[in-house]
Every structure is written in structure tokens, then in C-alpha cells.
């Protein structure tokens, strides 16, 4: 645990890792990347805001997953307005899962578009060529992410309706799917608390889904909404490996916050919003945008995450 903060995350002292200076091409802005390991080496692929204020998808390799970064000398996966119009606004938030059944990763991204944010996804093996699946969810929905495994023989996805409808509190779904094209059968997994919380209004995914053997680790975002503007901070949950949706336990406070420059001051102030994390044995490494305008990462030890929560009491939902 992180002594200053009293959080269980520790940042890298080289933060951030990456930002739009280190871009090949003018951009506005890199954050919010899917984490991978692909070819022994560490692959984000980055949300880029262009100068239009449209985003894009950028891969950026890394031998140590800190430095010495590679990037693709030109976007990797654009909108393809032509053949795909849910994609007019851009593309958002990646999320990497490898399916080893298939030998594919799956990118669950924002596909935004005239009637607003909706679930895409995408399917590659090299990272170069995409075969996209289509919308899994249509508007408004986004912060998606799909289990590695299939349960009784389905996909599963986490995901977050009501993305951008103010009128209404937003929780985190799951739903399933026979052939990773049709999705149904959603219920809610987590609901955004009430009142004072931090993560009171709307919550999402953040990473994917982390298999433990304690159970599905979940890493999820808060807003609070302040007369200042929003706060995004993270908080974590631990699902049943196999009865799904069942929650066995979500920290009350949250577990990481806004505390540096490149955190507070961007064109999202107060903002952390990891879509990709790496396990390399004990260690979970947390890659994360900050403030909407560059990417960060934070280290914690897996161990410590499990006991935390297993500390806490048992969920009972009718609480929150």
C-alpha cells in the first residue's frame, strides 16, 4: 500500500509514459489504452484525439511496458465511415481480451456515432488487420469488456448503458452472447450508488475483467459530480469465478484517486481511467489515462488487492 495516499496502487515516478508530443503524427491528445502482451512485448493500443476532436486507435510497443516506445507511424484502426456510419465521431476506450478458444484478442471499443456511444468490437491477430464483429450494443452504451472464457457455453460482456443520458443513474451490465455477435439476456452487476458517494450517479468498467483464484477482479470507475465539474476515481469489486453475475465483495471507499498534475489539469481535469492492466506474477500493472490527455501506469500487488477485499464484508446490493 502506498504510505502517502493510504491507496493500494504506487505510480511510476516516470509518469506519464506517454503523451501527444511523442506522436509521429499532430494530435491532440493520447489516453484511455487497452493493454496487452503480443510478441514478448507490451502493446497499448491508444485512444488518439485528433485535432478535429474525432479519435482513432494507435498501437504503441514497448520491450518493458515503461519506455523506449514504439509507435505506428500512421493510425492503426480509423473510422470507417463508409461501410460502418455507428463509427462517424470516431472510435473510443479500447478494451483487449484474448480469447485463447479462438486465438484472437477482442477489442471492445466506442463506436461513436449520430445516435451516440454504442458497444463495438473488433478482432485481430497481429494487430495490423481487424476484422470488425459490428455494434454488440447499440446507443447508449460503452465501458465494455469481455471475459476471456465462456460460461454454460456463452460470452460474456461487462458493459455500461445509459452512457451519456444524465437523467438517468448508470450501472455496469453483463450480457451474453453464443457467437460474439448477438448479445442479450443483460442484468445489472453493480449499481451506482446513491446520494454522497464518490462513485454516486454512474460508474463503468474500467480493464477487463481480471481472473483470480479468488475470483473475477474488477476495476471500476466512479463519478462524482461537484459544482467544480466531475471527479473520476477507481474502486474495486470481486465477482464469482462461476456464477455470474454474483458479487462477493465492492470496496466502499475508493482505492485510487487524483492526486498528480497530469491527473488534475487536462482537457478532462480530475480524471484516472484505466482500460488495460498486465499481470506478470505477483504484480498488476494499471495502465491509465489521465486527465484525457496522456497515459500513466500504477503497480500494486495482486495479493494485497485479494486480501483488501476479502476483508471487507460480503456484498449485499440492497445496500448500495
Known amino acids: 500500500m502506498n504510505d502517502e495516499t493510504n491507496e493500494l496502487f504506487r505510480r511510476y515516478a516516470g509518469n506519464p509514459i506517454l503523451t501527444a508530443k511523442q506522436w509521429p503524427y499532430p494530435v491532440n491528445a493520447v489516453f484511455n489504452a487497452g493493454a496487452t502482451l503480443f510478441e ?8 488518439v484525439e485528433d485535432r478535429r476532436g474525432l479519435s482513432h486507435l494507435c498501437a504503441a510497443r514497448s520491450p518493458d511496458g515503461l519506455g523506449e516506445w514504439q509507435i505506428d507511424p500512421q493510425p492503426t484502426l480509423l473510422a470507417d465511415t463508409e461501410n460502418h456510419l455507428e463509427e ?3 472510435l473510443e476506450d479500447p478494451r483487449i481480451t484474448f480469447l485463447e478458444e479462438t486465438g484472437q484478442y477482442l477489442i471492445a471499443y466506442t463506436a461513436y456515432g449520430l445516435a451516440g456511444p454504442a458497444v463495438a468490437l473488433a478482432a485481430t491477430t497481429d494487430f495490423k488487420r481487424f476484422e470488425r464483429l459490428g455494434v454488440a ?3 447508449d452504451d460503452k465501458d465494455a ?4 472464457v465462456r460460461f454454460a457455453g456463452r460470452w460474456a460482456m461487462l458493459h455500461r448503458p445509459f452512457a451519456d443520458n444524465p437523467a438517468r443513474h448508470a450501472h455496469i451490465w ?9 448479445w442479450g439476456e443483460g442484468r445489472i452487476v453493480l449499481k451506482a450508488r446513491c446520494g454522497g458517494w464518490w462513485d454516486a450517479g454512474k460508474i463503468g468498467l474500467s480493464p477487463p475483467p ?4 479468488e475470483g473475477w477482479l474488477v476495476i471500476y470507475h466512479g463519478v462524482r459530480v461537484t459544482f467544480a465539474g466531475v471527479i473520476y476515481r477507481l474502486g474495486l469489486a470481486l465477482l464469482d469465478l462461476e456464477e455470474l453475475p454474483r458479487v462477493l465483495r465492492r470496496s466502499a471507499q475508493w482505492d485510487f484517486s487524483t492526486t498528480e498534475s497530469y491527473e488534475l489539469i487536462g482537457d478532462v481535469e480530475h480524471a484516472v481511467l484505466p482500460c488495460g492492466t498486465l499481470l506478470s506474477g505477483d504484480e498488476l ?3 491509465y489515462g489521465a486527465a484525457d490527455s496522456c497515459i500513466a501506469v500504477a503497480t500494486a500487488s495482486l495479493k494485497q488487492l485479494l486480501e483488501y477485499l476479502l476483508s471487507l464484508p460480503p456484498y449485499r446490493p440492497e445496500r448500495d
Open 210 to 213: 481480471i481472473r483470480t483464484p
Open 40 to 47: 514478448n512485448q507490451t502493446l497499448l493500443l491508444v485512444r
Open 145 to 148: 469488456a469481455l471475459f476471456p
Open 174 to 182: 453483463i450480457s451474453y452472447s453464443p457467437d460474439l455477435k448477438h
Open 88 to 90: 462517424l465521431y470516431g
Open 137 to 139: 450494443l447499440p446507443p
Open 285 to 287: 500493472r494499471l495502465y
